[in-house]
């Protein structure tokens, strides 16, 4: 080991030590700093399929429309869905699954079959997908008094969401991957199917 | 750029002290979720039946070729999740473990005798035998645990066993490769006349 290696080293280690000396207030209670439904709202996204999945489809198939569409719908899908939020707040209407199945089947299909899509029908897709699910997490919600903080970090996470996705997806050339995507809409869209027959199922 | 010792060395320490300092995993999220997901991935899994057909029809893809190689996996899912639609409305469908085992039987044959249809022909073909697979498997979720979760673990399992078929496939390029698929052929139509046997004994 070099001397000067070494050296930095014994910086890092002292800094390191400097730091446990210097105990702060850890403010990790998340009531305190009101940060609390927030993280609730962002970790909803990832614990609940029934959100989540959409989202990636529609993700998906603004990807394979191109970069255009894809920022059209970065903005108005999490817009809409916080929209969609605070609305179903101030309601009391039960939830509806089965209208979920439909969000499943009709992004699997249009991804599956690679659908030719006018931009202002995909953006309108987005709007009702965003306005609906929304529309669902803000019936949940209405009984927290900060539903709204709540609404946000699930906005927020589904914009990163579909960003990561969209972006994912747009600059795929190769036959094999654009394939790959495909056989993902069809996956979304058999779960869909399966879905709205647990919705209607039939008791033995 | 390959890492250096060092580098790997300081990573491995990092796994083995994330490791020891294990927490509460918080995994409850939904009574039945975790389940459910595991249930569906099972599934598919569990049943030598399905995963001979399953495997089969990559297989069968792969000797195919494009187009044939992804219409198979991408129709396949639908129409068997039509068929466990079928089954959780309660539309009865007679012959599903005959049907079941008639999948394997025909799609060992056409691995076996690397058949070529027109692409139309496989893909209705395929699709009639998915929906007696999708109608047995499909509806069968465990009580008490997660529709959704079981579907999805059903779907991403069976998705899993087609690519397992293609990839094995894609020894098609080679003289030998052929060979050892159309014996594979031959021990998937074999298993598929067991089960034929085990329907009727």
């Known amino acids: 080991m070099s001397r000067s290696v070494a050296h930095h080293r014994a910086i890092t280690l002292a800094f390191a030590l400097l730091c446990l000396l ?3 207030r850890a403010e990790a209670h998340l009531p305190s700093i009101g940060l609390g439904p927030v993280y609730d709202g962002i970790f909803h996204l990832f614990l609940s399929p029934e959100d989540l999945i959409p989202v990636i489809a529609i993700a998906l198939l603004a990807g ?10 970065l903005w108005t899908l999490p817009v809409a869905w916080f929209l969609g939020g605070f609305i179903g707040m101030y309601s009391a209407h039960p939830k509806s699954s089965a209208l979920t199945c439909v969000s499943f089947l009709v992004l699997g299909l249009c991804i599956a079959s690679t659908a030719k899509i006018a931009p202002s029908v995909l953006t309108g897709l987005a709007m009702l997908l965003g306005f609906f699910h929304g529309y669902l997490n803000g019936t949940g919600v209405s009984r927290f008094d900060d539903g709204t903080y709540f609404l946000l970090g699930l906005s927020l996470a589904v914009f990163v969401v579909l960003a990561i996705f969209s972006s994912f997806v747009i600059p795929l050339h190769k036959q094999w991957t654009l394939i790959v995507v495909r056989v993902a809409g069809s996956w979304i869209a ?3 199917l399966l879905m709205l027959g647990w919705t209607f199922r039939r008791a033995p | ?3 250096s010792k060092e580098t790997i060395a300081r990573l491995a ?3 083995i002290t994330l490791l020891v300092y294990a927490q509460a995993a918080q995994a409850h999220v939904n009574k039945g979720e975790a389940a459910g997901f595991l249930s569906g991935l099972k599934h598919p899994i569990s049943g030598l039946d399905h995963v001979v057909a399953m495997i089969a029809v990559g297989l069968w893809g792969a000797q195919l070729g494009a187009p044939a190689i992804w219409v198979l996996p991408v129709a396949f899912p639908m129409v068997m999740a039509c068929g466990g639609m079928l089954g959780l409305l309660g539309v009865p469908l007679p012959g599903i473990e005959i049907g079941i085992a008639a ?6 044959a056409a691995v076996m005798m690397e058949l070529r249809p027109p692409i139309a022909v496989a893909a209705v073909l395929v699709g009639f035998f998915a929906i007696f697979h999708g109608y ?3 509806s069968e979720l465990p009580a008490g645990q997660s529709g959704l979760l079981y579907s999805i673990g059903f779907v991403m399992a069976t998705g899993c066993l087609h690519g397992v078929g293609i990839s094995i496939g894609l020894v098609h390029r080679w003289s030998w490769g052929q060979r050892a698929l159309r014996l594979a052929g031959v021990a998937i139509a074999l298993a598929g006349i067991f089960f034929m046997w085990k329907v009727f004994a």
């Open chain 1, 64 to 73: 394979q429309k191109g970069a255009a569409l894809g920022r059209r719908v």
């Open chain 1, 22 to 24: 210097l105990p702060a």
């Open chain 2, 1 to 3: 750029m390959n890492p």
């Open chain 2, 136 to 138: 047995a498997h499909g």
């Open chain 1, 190 to 192: 058999a779960m869909g």
């Open chain 2, 13 to 15: 320490s990092l796994c």
């Open chain 2, 103 to 108: 999948s394997a039987i025909l799609l060992g």
